[in-house]
């Protein structure tokens, strides 16, 4: 052979080589499931209609189920074990020292016999095909369950419409059976129409930092930490109006604590999905930063300022003794989380906070300013113990000046906390006796949103009254500012006549008058009604003693004018807070 033929074979041997090589790797990319001998048995498909291939089906004898599904599940998990989910599956976790269960997730007692006491040598397990179709051989006459256990993270939950009923097998018959699992459906397909699914994940502690609890950021940060500690934030998971609310057999509790406790420290428990989209049957699995303390201070510094190993703050820092991020348009949008966040549940359960697009809607009035413009008012204080003063945000959050607690009332003042809806008694007028006098009331929304907003069972209630020499009213008339709602069967708003951003309105109230004026004045009061007395009533199964613990309603105007001198009191606002104070289970 000569030296030019040998080295034009070497193109030729490489180009069978790679074909040879490519015609391996492509049927490699090929996996077909051989059909197996004997009857085709059943085909396994999820609850949309479309095959489950590569899941796994067991053929369990009925005489090793012992137990009843009827039972208590916990009865079931024997003491110290610790099952891991494996990839796409689900399993559950039980505390080795007293038993308690993490997780739940496998509710029925022949999961509990596949996972636990698998017998490989007695039962017979097969897999789908890519049709969702599956075979078992050699089967003998008899009484079996049959359980399917997941092959993707699509099929979270283990499925079987036999699992808690006995199928016979006879013989070599085909007897062909269609098992439905349970699709399950990820938090990010489910909720895109829905503005609370957005808790965040696990935050890291930045370094630097002994943890991310209020406590720890308090070592520090006093005078931002005790303002903190008074406020609505502070007890947003022990308010007793929410307990009662997500006590109900009803309420969808995990939802609710989105924006109770909103970043998944605080949360026992990662909802990775709902079965068939349901919000009642959420996907748990166990939270191994789950942390206890930081649960209890609801809405802290870590909710708003710890993302991703780093401090967000307003202000940057090279000095500081953890990372920091300055982000100050962050922190401005960050109320909207919870605070526009409406959504309608199921015909009965409806969750609305609109207070983000009624602030959109006072544009261009509010053009350029946010929740913190008017909530966490300019104060100048050291960020540190014996640092420079300089210009920061009080973290008080007075808000609508109704506190979760009596206590809250004491430096409500001190705390920022100013009227959305400005009273002016501009007169009265025709006042004669036995005659109608004309009591004229201009009203103004000075806030940026609607009032009220939030919470649809509060409002706002205006009362003119007559009030004779003893304290006792003669006469009475009363105006409210509200959003009423009908809550069954069927939920939906059938008053809305609250004030937009920056509205104004002129009231002309009649006032039938006695033929005899002496000692008589006419209070105009304002109140703002979290709770009135009979839905307190109906919450005290839920909460003991509410009304003792919960303040129904705030007193934010009172003015009294007496109708023979013309002469005016106008209570200041700090008066008027101790005389709430003073209001116990009653508006």
Partial sequence: MKFSDKWLKIPFIILVVFAFSFSCSKKQQVVETPKPAG????TVKDSLGKPVASASVYLVPASEQAVSCNQNRI????????IVRPPGERAFFVNGADSTIYLASIDEPLEYLVYMTPKPGKWQVTYTDPKGRFWFKDTKPGDYYMYVKPASKKHLMPGGSLCCGVTTVKGDEDTRKEITMLRNVSLEEVG??????????????PDGLYGIRAEDCGECHIEQYLEWKDSTHAQALQDAQYQAEISKPGSPKWVCLNCHTPIQNQRPYFIRGLVEGDYYRPIREVNPEYDPILERESISCA???????YIIGPYGSKVAAHPVKKDKSYLGDLC????NVNDVLNPATVCCFDIGREMRSGEPFRKGENCVTCHMQSKRRPLMKGYPSRKGSAHWWAGSGAPKFFFGYDNMVERGYVPGLKITIKGITNVRPGKEAILKVHYKNVAGHYLLTGDPERFLQMEAALVDGSGKKVYKTINKIEQHWIWEPVSYKDIDNRMKPLEERVLKIKIPLPDNLNGLKLVYKGTHVRLTPGHADHMEGSVSNIREVYPLSTIFFMEEIDLKTKK??????????????????VI
């Fill in 39 to 42: 009857p085709e048995y059943g």
């Fill in 75 to 82: 009865e079931y998990y024997p003491p110290r074990a610790h």
């Fill in 192 to 205: 895109k129409d829905w503005d609370f699914l957005f808790v965040d994940g696990n935050q890291k502690t």
């Fill in 303 to 309: 909710i708003c300022h710890v993302r991703d190993g």
């Fill in 336 to 339: 909207n989380y919870c605070h």
């Fill in 568 to 585: 005016r009191k106008k209570y200041p606002l700090k008066e008027l807070m101790a005389i709430s104070k003073k209001k116990v289970g």
